[in-house]
């Protein structure tokens, strides 16, 4: 199994189970702990996955536009429901997934609960603002925080 | 917002998913009217 092998396989996961594979799993398919590392360095170093730490490979954050854990943002369609990372991969999950969802998210200066969902492949109102803090060519500096 | 996210992640989950070039991913949000240099995806603005 090469890097790209273990990208779509770690993307195929997410897409119909809204998790990632555990490392001791990885290790499994690509040939041993040292093996999972090297491969899941590479393909953060590629901004393909985002690792915990990427000094000691191991476990997976992200793999954009899903996270790996409950976040603030949660997306939920007829075939499962993902996590993202913030509120634009909120809107991107339903995209790549080319599924129609709802997306459970409140809005940042009310606090309220947001009302926004894809239908028929579109976005139900372009009420609202989705707000970048950091600058575009700042944003892989450090993708957690962005 | 939306047609700028289905088009820089809509291929995303694809097997035969590339990463796009900065130059691709610059003229998508060029596309969005995000122009400003707030929205360069290079220190330069050269990707353009």
């Known amino acids: 199994m090469d890097d790209l092998d273990l990208r779509r396989l770690i993307y195929r996961r997410l897409a119909h189970t809204g998790e990632v594979p555990s490392f001791d799993e990885i290790a499994d398919l690509v040939g041993g702990p040292v093996e999972a590392a090297s491969s899941l360095g590479r393909l953060h170093d590629r901004h393909m996955i985002v690792l915990d730490d990427r000094d000691d490979p191991g476990e997976i954050a992200m793999a954009l536009p899903f996270a790996s854990r409950p976040t603030g943002h949660r997306v939920v369609g007829s075939a499962g429901s993902w996590w993202a990372n913030c509120a634009w991969d909120a809107l991107a999950i339903p995209a790549a997934l080319d599924a129609d969802a709802r997306i459970e998210a409140t809005w940042l200066d009310t606090d309220e609960p947001v009302d926004l969902s894809i239908e028929g492949g579109e976005l139900s109102t372009t009420d609202g603002w989705v707000h970048f803090a950091v600058p575009a060519r700042r944003w892989w500096d450090d993708i957690v925080e962005t | ?48």
């Open chain 2, 1 to 48: 917002m939306w047609p700028l996210t289905k088009a820089w992640y809509g291929d995303r989950v694809a097997d035969d998913y590339a990463p796009a070039s900065i130059d691709h991913l610059q003229r998508l949000l060029d596309s969005a009217g995000l122009t400003s240099p707030f929205w360069r995806l290079t220190e330069d603005g050269s990707a353009v």
